[in-house]
């Protein structure tokens, strides 16, 4: 199994930043996709971006594809969403999730998820 665990979250005000961290543990295969999801109340769950650990691919959705930046540091195990120039539209509950997915922002395709941060704009 694989473990995660996001963190980083928090109050930002709008136009600011935010860094979240995802930090993988247990048996992490460098094939798996490492994708950012979040929801807001009364909302479906909506992929956001995603990255392969293997060759560092990444994927973001339009309405953040200026905005947030995927990294990863593999020997840390870590996936890290750089957020800029935040929006309230971005207020969520941010989860990380691993897998092998046949559409990188896909959730039926992650089968490993995080806990949750908490990302409020204002």
């Known amino acids: 199994d694989v473990q995660l665990v996001e963190s980083g979250g928090g109050s930002a005000q709008t136009g600011g930043s935010l860094r979240l961290s995802c930090v993988l543990s247990g048996y992490t295969s460098t094939r798996y996709w490492v994708a950012w999801f979040r929801q807001a109340p009364g909302k479906g769950r909506e992929g956001v971006a995603a990255?392969?650990?293997?060759?560092?691919?990444?994927y973001y959705i339009p309405s953040v594809k200026d905005r947030f930046t995927l990294s990863r540091v593999n020997r840390k195990n870590t996936v890290y969403l750089q957020m800029d120039n935040v929006q309230s539209e971005d207020t969520a509950m941010y989860y990380c999730?691993?897998?092998?997915?046949?559409?990188?922002?896909?959730?039926?395709?992650?089968?490993?998820w995080g806990q949750g941060t908490q990302v409020t704009v204002s």
């Open positions: 999730a691993a897998g092998l997915p046949q559409n990188a922002v896909e959730p039926s395709g992650y089968t490993y």
């Open positions: 990255i392969h650990l293997e060759d560092g691919t990444t």
